[in-house]
């Protein structure tokens, strides 16, 4: 199961550009040391994505700590003009980084989500958008809007997407609240995908949102761990917010939710940064030993920490 270790980083709001909130942490390994990029808000809430330093052993030593975004935002009318939120990070082997994300519009009563790419040709200090508009957005297979990829090449060369699908929204509370499902893609560029007509993770009586689908493979086998959650109340009632879950796949394209190995939970503790929900894992690897980066509260408000598999 996992061990959880505790919080690794929080923004105290000393810097402009992160002033609060490290959402979606992704665990990028250098040689000496662990890179981890994340999604911070500025005072106008509006998401870049910066990065930390942190030492292997322990995750919690905090080696280095960038001072600006890595990604700047979209210009007036882009799909990334109000948010650029990091989703997955993939080597080239000319030395460059792709890095997929989310580009947000912010609409007169909800939000628009669209994905994009960008390369980094100075080893992911800075990144610069690849196309003005995004790699995938709303369409007939994804009604109002994608986002959030979880990008692999397998060995045959074909890329491999799995990635969030808004389907529509529902007046709770007098707020439309979107439903979104995984669903997955391939491609023979990482640029032009083909959506898969069969739904990833589909919904259920509870799984009416999917978090950040964090795919690897092991064994032959894709591996994935999510969060998913209710639509209703899931703000403010930790039974209805989101939790971790764990899926396996043969073939990336039908999954098999096997949500009682996902080894962790929720914490019982009221005082614990992920008592009122946990969310956004990121699955890595360090010589021989299995981590699992993932936030708490406030969806990310209360900043990201890690675990750690032992049997």
């Known amino acids: 199961m996992w061990v959880k270790k505790g919080v690794i980083y929080k923004p105290d709001g000393s810097l402009a550009h992160s002033q609060s909130h490290a959402q979606v942490p992704f665990a ?19 998401s870049r994505p910066t990065f930390i330093d942190v030492d292997y052993d322990d995750p919690k030593k905090i080696l ?15 799909y ?12 080239r082997p000319n030395g460059d980084i792709w890095l997929y994300y989310t580009g947000w519009n912010r609409t007169w009563n909800s939000y628009r989500l669209s994905m994009g790419l960008s390369v980094s040709h100075d080893g992911g200090l800075t990144f610069k958008k690849m196309f003005r508009g995004p790699i995938m957005d709303r369409s007939i297979q994804n009604p109002l809007w994608a986002a959030q990829p979880s990008v692999l090449i397998d060995d045959d060369g074909t890329w491999r997407m799995w990635y969030i699908s808004g389907h529509k929204c529902e007046m709770i509370h007098d707020y439309p609240e979107p439903y979104y499902r995984a669903q997955s893609a391939t491609s023979k560029d990482g640029i032009h995908w083909e959506i898969s007509d069969i739904p990833t993770l589909d919904f259920d009586d509870f799984l009416h949102a ?7 493979k092991e ?32 073939d990336g394209t039908t999954w098999e939710r096997k ?18 929900m946990i969310d956004y894992a990121n699955f890595y690897q ?9 936030n708490g509260n406030g969806f990310g408000a209360a900043g990201f920490g890690y675990a750690v598999w032992e049997d």
């Open 286 to 294: 360090h010589n021989g030993k299995r981590y699992l980066l993932y």
């Open 28 to 46: 990028y390994k250098h040689k000496d040391f662990l890179r981890i990029y994340f999604s911070t808000r500025d005072n106008s809430t509006q």
């Open 80 to 91: 990334d003009e109000t948010g650029a939120m990091p989703a997955w990070f993939v080597d």
């Open 259 to 276: 949500d009682h190995l996902v080894g962790i939970a929720k914490s019982d503790n009221p005082e614990d940064f992920d008592y009122e």
């Open 64 to 78: 280095y700590i960038h001072d600006k975004p890595v990604l700047e935002l979209g210009g007036p009318g882009e």
């Open 210 to 216: 999917v978090g950040r689908p964090s795919v690897f």
């Open 219 to 250: 064994d032959g086998i894709y591996k994935m761990y999510y969060s998913y959650r209710h639509s209703r109340d899931y703000r403010t009632d930790r039974n209805q917010s989101y939790r971790l879950g764990y899926a396996e796949s043969a």
